[in-house]
């Protein structure tokens, strides 16, 4: 048994199945509305909804929503950190001397 | 068994499977510090030889492409095998738990992992030297890199075994001070050098695994011509560089962040007065760890890369300046009206502090865009990085091995022989690295085996310096191995310190306390603790 | 045989935890350098780019995106059977895991081979005549799927461990952060190929 009887968040089996009938629908969608080819909009629509896919899985296949809020806040830092580091190299990339 | 057998002692069957299959942070520690010494001396003797081969111009002991591995080598051990995981590994594994009041790390097994991950990586390191050294430096900038004829991708997945042992390390580390400190035992309670070691595991956590796949991407390169950074195929080698640094550029402070934790240990303890500016020390680890991680980009002024991204990266380098400053005052704040004893650890601290100076204030000057165009790849780049890595970081670790000794192996050195050794040393080495900054500012490359005549006087200078030099690190280390054989019992507290791991018998007991202790002070009380030693 | 001190029956179920997830955010700078390197690139050569995701098999990729999902949907499960104490679901959900993993990685040979057999592979003489943004583009993704191949191989050999231990009552309803860490490594390695699909297969 674990210290000081924490008590462990249990998935409902429903929440999963309803999680997973979502990231279906959501692959159905971007894959139909692909090559449309509505200009910038057809690059961000499908980083968007991946985004969506991640999010549920994150939150509800790997229990984020129900954890301790320091592992928000390192989640926090982890994309804090890549938005930075991703930022400074495309300083360099967009105003290369070329 | 008696629950007060010292760490040290081993039970019946096989002695040496009793150490390189413990589980025992403090035997882990010191697996560590017997791996990376060996190396470390490997690292001089490779140095020393190519300071010895530019006593004359062209070829002297060795030809070009011989210099080439040796930098090679030298710098993949110093940094990679030496300086990045010694601090940390030796002293963070053996310390950290004793002074948070913990048993052991928070994954034993996975700690004892790392040690094996790390002697893999070293081993795989020494059979380059045998097969056929890599000769690109230890950067391993593409896209050289991709058509050396030498075993690069062998010596490029050493270092990426090495990072494996890195990251699991800082894993543990990070794990540790969040689940294991003792009751009463609060962050603002934790000693600095705790701080400096958990800055430090996070920049482990975050920035290895960028370096590890940018080095996978260098032997798929290699094996497939994936093409990412070959120019040839419509790569960009600069991005290589990025990648390299975002890893490579924190990982100097990765080298100098846990010796700036053992000063900071260190010179409380011989003021006898608690730290001044214990917050300011403790967050400016961490302000150096977050704004470290942007500066990247001042190793590639000259690379090419755009004038924007310049000046944004000379911008932030100087910067990070501001947390090293707080620091250094602070120490020398923590001194002020304290009734100072000197003791061979605080001689150690002094020469710290100057030569971290000179390589702090040398990096602002290389930082600034302009003089950077002049000074880059020159040896002014290579005294600079000399001064706070060997000079700063490595020193760090030698006093924490003098402060540290009598608890680690409960005998006393020869306190006034370090402190002559010492001397020689630091003589020696200002002798060695001061030249190069007059040399570099004359336009001395760096990484060239023959000079031209102008520079012969201060070569000489410098190859003297290197002898000296090597007299005072065999004078420290032979009087550290005859004190851990010969030298005299230590008491437990000798140098009268408050933290937690001098309030437990020299050596530890194998469990560490008997009992949890509570912790009810801040780590830099001195009421209650005096020195044992005349 | 343990050399270790004998530690007190502790086991810290937070910890354990914390750690995972400090190592899956490893895992997630480890991807994050090759797909910063796609987006530059991707503006660079921004026709071959294109050009070339239209060569790529979008129906495989869509089958092996639910796959993928579907297996993570069959972890999760596993993991709330067991702390439920129904071990035989949970085991039975550990198998649909593994096995989908293994045709994952079944349908990315077919689809690897079918470029190899074109010549579409690093050095391959259909990309040696190419423009460069098109040996980039499959550099990486030869890379990139290849990377998160061997995530999906090491996922599932954690899973058969994992069965074999659940198996042997050695994890359970009460001692189950082992078969939950195994979990999340399974779940960041579809996280990873969420974002793969569309860098490779969708953005056209």
Do not use: C
Not at chain 2, 132 to 137: E, F, L, Q, S, W
Not at chain 2, 359 to 387: E, K, P, Q
């Amino acid at each position: 048994m674990y210290e000081n009887g924490e008590k462990h968040y249990i998935a409902r089996y429903t929440t999963l199945v309803m999680v997973w009938v979502s990231l279906i629908g959501l692959t159905w969608l971007t894959v139909k509305i692909s090559g449309i080819g509505f200009g910038t909009f057809s690059i961000i629509a499908p980083f968007l909804i991946a985004s969506i896919k991640a999010f549920l899985v994150v939150d509800y296949f790997m229990h984020l929503k129900y954890e301790r809020p320091f592992f928000k806040w390192i989640l926090l830092v982890v994309l804090g950190t890549v938005i930075i580091l991703a930022w400074l190299v495309y300083e360099d990339v967009a105003y290369r001397p070329l | 068994m008696s629950i007060r057998e010292s760490y040290l002692e081993s039970g019946p069957g096989s002695k040496l499977a009793s150490w390189i299959f413990s589980t025992d942070h403090k035997r882990i520690g010191l697996l560590y510090l017997a791996v990376i010494m060996s190396l470390f001396f490997v690292g001089v003797t490779l140095g020393f030889l190519m300071r010895l081969e530019l006593i004359t111009r062209g070829p002297t002991i060795m030809e070009a492409q011989t210099y080439n591995s040796l930098f090679t080598l030298h710098g993949v051990i110093m940094l990679f095998i030496f300086i990045i995981p010694v601090t940390t590994s030796v002293f963070g594994n053996f310390m950290l738990p004793i002074m948070i009041g913990a048993r052991d790390v928070a994954f034993p097994r996975l700690n004892l992992l790392s040690w094996w991950i790390f002697v893999a990586g070293t081993i795989l390191a020494i059979t380059t030297l045998i097969l056929g050294p890599a000769d690109t430096g230890w950067t391993f900038y593409a896209p050289y890199s991709l058509i050396s004829g030498q075993y690069v991708a062998l010596a490029v997945f050493a270092v990426f075994v090495l990072g494996l042992s890195s990251i699991l390390t800082g894993i543990n580390m990070v794990t540790t001070v969040h689940r294991l400190r003792a009751p009463g035992m609060t962050w603002h309670r934790l000693p600095l050098f705790v701080w400096a070691i958990y800055a430090t595991a996070w920049i482990l956590v975050i920035a290895t695994p960028i370096l590890g796949v940018n080095l996978l991407m260098i032997i798929a390169e290699r094996f497939f011509g994936i093409g990412v950074f070959d120019p040839a195929k419509g790569g960009d080698p600069i991005l290589y560089q990025h990648l390299f640094w975002i890893y490579s550029h924190p990982a100097v402070y990765v080298m100098i962040l846990p010796s700036l934790g053992v000063i900071a240990e260190i010179i409380p303890v011989f003021s006898r007065k608690t730290v001044f500016g214990y917050k300011a020390i403790a967050y400016s680890s961490i302000g150096i760890a977050a704004l470290g991680s942007l500066v990247w980009g001042h190793h590639m002024f000259v690379s090419g890369y755009s004038y924007t991204a310049g000046v944004i990266f000379s911008l932030f380098t100087f910067l990070v300046a501001i947390p090293s400053a707080v620091k250094v005052y602070n120490f020398v704040g923590t001194m002020y009206k304290g009734s100072i004893v000197v003791d061979t650890p605080f001689y150690f601290v002094l020469a710290f502090i100057y030569m971290f100076a000179v390589g702090g204030l040398t990096g602002v000057i290389l930082g600034a865009l302009s003089i950077n165009i002049h000074l880059h790849d020159t040896y002014f780049v290579v005294a600079h990085f000399h001064y706070i890595k060997f000079g700063a970081a490595a020193l760090g670790f030698f006093a924490a091995l003098h402060y540290w000794f009598p608890k680690v192996f409960g005998r006393m050195y020869n306190r006034r022989f370090a402190n002559w050794s010492l001397l020689i040393f630091f003589i020696g080495f200002n002798l060695l690295f001061l030249p190069m900054f007059v040399l570099g500012y004359e336009g001395m490359p760096r990484r060239y085996f023959d000079y031209l005549p102008q520079y012969a006087n201060l070569q000489y200078l410098s190859i003297f310096g290197s002898w000296v030099l090597v007299i005072g690190i065999a004078m420290m280390f032979g009087n550290l191995i005859k004190g851990l054989f010969r030298g005299k019992p230590a008491p437990q507290n000798p140098w009268g310190a408050a933290t937690l791991e001098w309030q437990v018998p020299s050596p530890p007991p194998k469990e560490n306390f008997r009992e949890i202790p509570e912790v009810k002070h801040n780590p830099y009380h001195f009421e209650n603790v005096r020195r044992e030693l005349d | 045989m343990s050399y270790g001190i004998e530690h007190t029956a502790h086991k810290d179920y937070t910890g354990a935890k914390i750690g995972m997830w400090l190592f899956l955010f490893t895992e997630f700078f480890l991807f994050f350098g090759p797909v910063l390197l796609y987006t530059i690139y991707r503006f660079r050569y921004h026709a071959a780019f294109t050009a070339s995701s239209h060569e790529l098999d979008l129906a495989i990729g869509s089958i092996n995106t639910a796959i993928l999902l579907t297996s993570s949907l069959t972890m999760a499960v596993s993991i709330s059977a067991l702390q439920r104490d129904r071990t035989k679901l949970s085991l039975w959900m550990l198998a649909a895991t593994f096995v989908l993993g293994v045709v994952f990685l079944i349908n990315k040979y077919f689809e690897w081979t079918e470029k190899f057999s074109h010549g579409m592979y690093p050095g391959g003489e259909a990309l040696a005549g190419g423009p460069p943004g098109q040996g980039v583009f499959y550099g990486l993704y030869f890379f990139l799927t290849g990377l998160h191949g061997l995530h999906v191989l090491a996922g599932i050999t954690a899973i058969g461990v994992l069965a074999f231990m659940v198996l042997k009552k050695k994890v359970s309803a009460a001692d189950h952060v082992r078969l939950e860490n195994a979990g999340l490594y399974w779940h960041l390695v579809d996280v990873v190929w969420i974002y793969l699909f569309p860098i490779f297969y969708l953005v056209r």
